[in-house]
């Protein structure tokens, strides 16, 4: 495959955009419980745990067939013209809907199903809480919600029953987890379903979206896909601006490979300060452990350049931008890829070290699934932050093995053999604010 990736290396594309409107202030978070009841910059309401008696008796109804009364079936119609222009907001927002009543929806159309395992907020006791009224947290979601076309034709889940992955019930259990969290950036990779799912029903909520697909995906491969997965990077319109977009092939050894990424630099309409995210998904499995650190190191420099308060006139004026990247980079902390970020001059920190004792081990794993080949339970998912400019005020904690149940992931009661993950960062004031 390689010998029809050589071709001059794809620079970073990058897309000016100023947003001219506001969306609404976003509601209360919805989240498990953590110490007090509720998280960071909302009250919680947590969920009621599906199989308890309930009213509601309404048949299963797949998104975009039966009843036009179901709100999630209205919203997520395809947008022909969506493709042509994938990173530009349009110049008049799309009606918003209520969260709740779709959170509704989404628990309604699952009553028949298990609840996903209770997690709880942690909020990392390593000193005073940068956050306040005037610099709330940002709260990120990164997540691999496994492409649908792999889940049912390729990955080969021995112990989860097609049935579970079906499409018309395994996307409601997507959107009940986004919802449930209310994430102000949501990095998601193996996206297949971006245009006819993923991009209306998020814009209907209040987020912008871009999406990139792989050059080559495994999807295409899988009779009745959906079209390529790729990553996908959503934020509220009502947080944040978006400043500029980089659409990223990542390069090793001079050469482009298959894996992808997308940087945005926005503006925090609330606090006036710049961020940059980034997802990606780096190359998978055993034995390409010197492409995803060729990968990393690719990106790393892209994202050198990105946030630097150098090369340009614009650039200077932001300065030194503080950095997110999120994303499943199919590597333990093993790894040389690991080492790189850890060790980048970026100044990057690994948020879920920080629900160790020590502060400085990573979780025993973001992904557990059994496979013909065998079991594998395996660290692979990150949230790199800036943490000189940034705080970690609170993370998602990791289920426990009897939550995953013997079957492991995917499975009835969840929708992706990976885990969410979820962190609230704040902003460190900086250091002409104080003088």
């Known amino acids: 495959m390689f010998n029809t990736l050589v071709s001059p290396r794809m620079?970073?594309?990058?897309?000016?955009?100023l947003e001219g409107q506001t969306g609404r202030t976003p509601g209360p978070r919805?989240?498990?419980?953590?110490?007090?009841?509720?998280?960071?910059?909302?009250?919680?309401?947590?969920?009621?745990p599906r199989g308890a008696a309930s009213t509601v008796s309404a048949p299963v109804c797949p998104m975009g067939s039966g009843s036009s009364s179901r709100l999630f079936g209205t919203m997520a119609q395809p947008d022909p013209y969506t493709k042509e222009s994938p990173d530009q907001d349009s110049e008049q927002d799309p009606a918003e809907?209520?969260?709740d009543q779709l959170l509704r929806e989404c628990q309604q159309v699952l009553q028949r199903r298990p609840a996903r395992p209770h997690r709880d907020l942690v909020y990392p006791r390593l000193g005073a809480a940068c956050s306040h009224k005037h610099n709330p947290v940002v709260r990120i979601m990164q997540w691999n919600i496994l492409a649908q076309a792999l889940g049912e034709g390729k990955d080969g889940f021995v112990r989860c029953p097609l049935e579970a992955l079906s499409w018309p019930e395994r996307k409601y259990q997507i959107l009940e987890e986004i919802l449930s969290y209310r994430p102000d950036i949501l990095c998601l990779q193996e996206v297949d379903h971006y245009y006819d799912t993923f991009q209306p029903i998020m814009a209907r909520l209040g987020y912008h979206g871009s999406f990139l697909p792989k050059p080559w995906s495994p999807c295409l491969d899988?009779?009745?896909?959906?079209?390529?997965?790729?990553?996908?990077?959503?934020?509220?319109?009502s947080r944040f601006s978006l400043h500029a977009t980089a659409h990223l092939r990542l390069s090793a050894m001079m050469l482009p490979t298959n894996q992808?990424?997308?940087?945005?630099?926005?503006?925090?309409?609330?606090?006036g300060r710049w961020l940059c995210v980034a997802v990606t998904h780096l190359k998978a499995r055993s034995g390409w452990e010197r492409l995803r650190s060729a990968q990393g190191a690719d990106l790393l420099q892209s994202l050198q350049s990105i946030t630097s308060h150098s090369g340009g006139p614009t650039r200077a004026v932001?300065?030194?931008?503080?950095?997110?990247?999120?994303?499943?980079?199919?590597a333990e902390p093993s790894e040389d890829v690991y080492r790189r970020f850890s060790s980048s001059p970026l100044g990057l920190s690994s948020a879920y070290k920080l629900l160790s004792c020590d502060g400085q081990t990573e979780p025993a794993y973001t992904t557990w699934k059994i496979r013909p080949t065998g079991e594998s339970c395996s660290t692979l998912d990150y949230i790199w932050y800036s943490h000189d400019a940034l705080s970690v005020e609170a993370l998602l904690d990791i289920p426990s093995e009897e939550q995953i149940g013997p079957d492991r992931l995917p499975s009835y009661h969840y929708p992706s053999d990976h885990l969410s993950l979820l962190c609230d960062v704040s902003f460190r004031e900086e250091p002409h604010r104080l003088l």
């Open 30 to 48: 919805c989240c498990h419980a953590g110490p007090g009841g509720g998280g960071p910059g909302g009250t919680c309401g947590q969920l009621k």
């Open 222 to 237: 899988v009779e009745h896909n959906n079209g390529p997965d790729g990553c996908a990077l959503f934020y509220r319109r």
């Open 97 to 99: 809907v209520d969260p």
């Open 11 to 17: 620079q970073m594309i990058c897309v000016s955009s």
């Open 318 to 330: 932001l300065g030194a931008v503080p950095l997110v990247v999120c994303g499943d980079f199919n």
């Open 260 to 271: 992808v990424a997308i940087a945005q630099t926005l503006h925090c309409r609330v606090t």
